[in-house]
């Protein structure tokens, strides 16, 4: 993914200044989001997931013609 994609990701999900973050802070921050943690800077605790958190891919997984192993 580039950041482009990342970045409308982050802003789906309520992420604040995703414009001003780098790749690695865009996929840490979205991968957080989706378990459930709250954006930095939000008050109060998340809400429970729906359904138990999946196993997370390697982020090499998530680039575009990664090698995996």
Not at 18 to 39: F, N, T
């Amino acid at each position: 993914m580039v950041v482009a994609e990342l970045q409308q990701i982050a802003a789906a999900l309520g992420i604040k200044g995703a414009a001003r973050m780098r790749k690695a802070q865009l996929i840490e921050l979205i991968r957080d989001a989706q378990d459930g943690a709250p954006p930095p800077g939000h008050a109060g605790s998340p809400l429970p997931p729906l359904h138990p958190p999946s196993p997370r891919p390697p982020l090499l997984a998530l680039l575009p013609g990664a090698k995996r192993s």
